[in-house]
């Protein structure tokens, strides 16, 4: 009887060490493939790379913007700039914030010089568009792209103003701070427009060759910095949208989950699809006849009021940017989750016999970078991304400046 009883005991001990041990091995499973970095390269071969340049109506007489005449030649302008911090009147001033600060980069050879104006992306950006990494990839050290794309730009003779947004508070730290309460996403366009406005009224600037340059939101709501702007004579998106901002977040939650599935991340992905679903519920609140436009379950300080503004403004975005009747270079890369790499694919479908390029890089990243190769030891934008911005200002003609 004593034995039978002993492996009864033993058994029940053995079971209860099994229904212990299990869940361990399942949660230590579970922490370990949380602990494993994105397989980046698995992530980026999930999009094929792409060039499309059929669309491109360029011309075959004369020299690029970045070019000089060299005899019958031409040849890329190579040259020093200067830099100088400036600040521009606001066209909404009425809003708490009279001027927009900025630096000014201006070439050493003699003018009338291109320019060009960069507009960054989403949040509190600077001028010099600092970001510490994206959704997938986080940097040693915070990245500049602004102070490198305007030394590059500025060194083949174009002039470059690069601006603090006014939704960056530490750069505007005399203002009351009426201007962030009064916000609202059209400020953006306001914003860029008398930053174009600025620069092509400076001496030595032709003010019929301004080039817009917009990153991520910069990018997403640059048709409506160009529409019916005659100082504009190109526009690049560089990671851009056109998506609805409800849409984008959810989206980008989304995928930063299927980036970790790659590496058997499981409870990442469950639990990104679910925040992402919450958010997707959120946005939808915007379409129903009654709802709380003050209610934020999108996060603190994003109100359905401010999603509805943001969405009507991105709606008039999409529908400018097929009207505009200037060159235009699209860009994504394949390490983007901030913004879906696919969105080269829309951009092409919405531009569809315009004189447009397209390009999707391997490995390129939302910040810029080169995800593959530098990784988290990326120094600067890649130099793929700079070798298509100049091969296509090699392909734009200035204008003769008005008398």
């Not at 097929?322 to 901030?338: E, F, K, S, W």
């Amino acid at each position: 009887m004593k034995g039978i009883a002993w492996n009864t005991e033993a058994k029940v001990l053995a079971g209860l060490a099994l229904c212990i041990t299990i869940p361990m091995v399942i949660l230590a499973a579970i922490g370990l493939m949380h602990a494993l970095p994105t397989d980046l390269r698995a992530v980026s071969e999930s999009t094929p790379a792409l060039t499309d340049r059929a669309g491109r109506q360029a011309p075959t007489e004369g020299c690029g913007l970045n070019q000089k005449a060299r005899g019958d030649q031409c040849a890329a302008t190579k040259t020093q700039a200067t830099t100088t911090d400036v600040s521009f009147p606001s066209s909404i001033a009425n809003k708490g914030l009279e001027t927009l600060s900025g630096t000014l980069w201006m070439p050493k050879t003699k003018g009338p010089h291109p320019a060009v104006v960069l507009i960054g992306g989403s949040g509190p950006t600077d001028r010099h568009a600092t970001t510490p990494g994206d959704l997938l990839t986080s940097l040693d050290q915070p990245l500049a792209p602004f102070d490198q794309l305007a030394k590059h730009l500025s060194s083949q003779g174009l002039a470059v103003l690069q601006y603090d947004k006014r939704t960056c508070a530490a750069c505007y730290k005399d203002a009351t701070g009426e201007h962030l309460k009064a916000f609202e996403f059209s400020d953006l366009i306001a914003d860029a427009r008398d930053a174009v406005g600025f620069v092509a009224k400076q001496p030595g600037v032709n003010g019929r060759a301004v080039v817009v340059v917009g990153h991520s939101q910069g990018a997403a709501l640059a048709p409506l910095v160009a529409r019916d702007n005659p100082s504009v004579l190109a526009v690049a998106l560089l990671a851009g949208t056109t998506e609805s901002l409800g849409a984008l977040l959810a989206n980008q939650t989304q995928r930063k989950g299927q980036a970790r599935a790659k590496r058997f991340d499981l409870w990442s992905k469950w639990s990104h699809q679910a925040l992402a679903d919450a958010m997707r519920a959120c946005a939808q609140k915007t379409t129903q006849p009654k709802h709380d436009p003050n209610e934020a379950c999108m996060g603190p300080g994003l109100t359905l009021a401010m999603l509805a503004g943001y969405d009507a403004l991105q709606n008039d975005a999409n529908a400018a940017l097929p009207t505009l009747n200037v060159p235009i270079i699209a860009l994504q890369g394949t390490l983007d989750i901030n913004v879906s790499p696919q969105q080269i694919d829309t951009y092409k479908t919405m531009l569809s016999g315009r004189d447009a390029e397209f390009h999707r890089l391997k490995g390129v990243t939302h910040s810029l970078t080169d995800g593959l190769g530098a990784g988290a030891g990326a120094t600067g934008v890649d130099p793929r991304v700079l070798d298509l911005l100049d091969t296509f200002l090699g392909t734009l003609r200035a204008p003769k400046e008005t008398p």
